[in-house]
Nanobody, 124 residues
Framework: QVQLVESGGGLVQAGGSLRLSCAAS????????MGWFRQAPGKEREFVAG????????NVADSVKGRFTISRDNAKNTLYLQMNSLKPEDTAVYYC?????????????????WGQGTQVTVSS
């Protein structure tokens, strides 16, 4: 198993930036494909970005393309989400998630391991 703890959320003005981190412990971090998801009030959890175990294969949702970047540092057992040009519609609780097998998926049910989430609020 792997335990995940997100950090880095907060309140930011539109146009600002935040970097989220997800610290992993337990089984070797490099064996997991990782994803970032978000959930706004009254909405379903949605895929934001995914990254393979090596970091060579990444993808971000169309809604954040060009603004968000996913990366990982396997030596530090940490996943990142760099968020630039934030918009009020990016306001949500952001979750990191892990799955065995090394690849990423864009669907939440594919991930058995989840962090507790970190709140991101973007004011207009």
């Amino acid at each position: 198993q792997v335990q995940l703890v997100e950090s880095g959320g907060g309140l930011v003005q539109a146009g600002g930036s935040l970097r989220l981190s997800c610290a992993a412990s337990g089984r070797p971090f490099s064996s997991y494909g990782m994803g970032w998801f978000r959930q706004a009030p009254g909405k379903e959890r949605e895929f934001v970005a995914g990254i393979s175990w090596s970091g060579r294969d990444t993808n971000v949702a169309d809604s954040v393309k060009g603004r968000f970047t996913i990366s990982r540092d396997n030596a530090k057992n940490t996943l990142y989400l760099q968020m630039n040009s934030l918009k009020p519609e990016d306001t949500a609780v952001y979750y990191c998630a892990a799955k065995s097998g090394g690849s990423w998926y864009a669907t939440a049910p594919a991930y058995p391991y989840w962090g507790q989430g970190t709140q991101v609020t973007v004011s207009s």
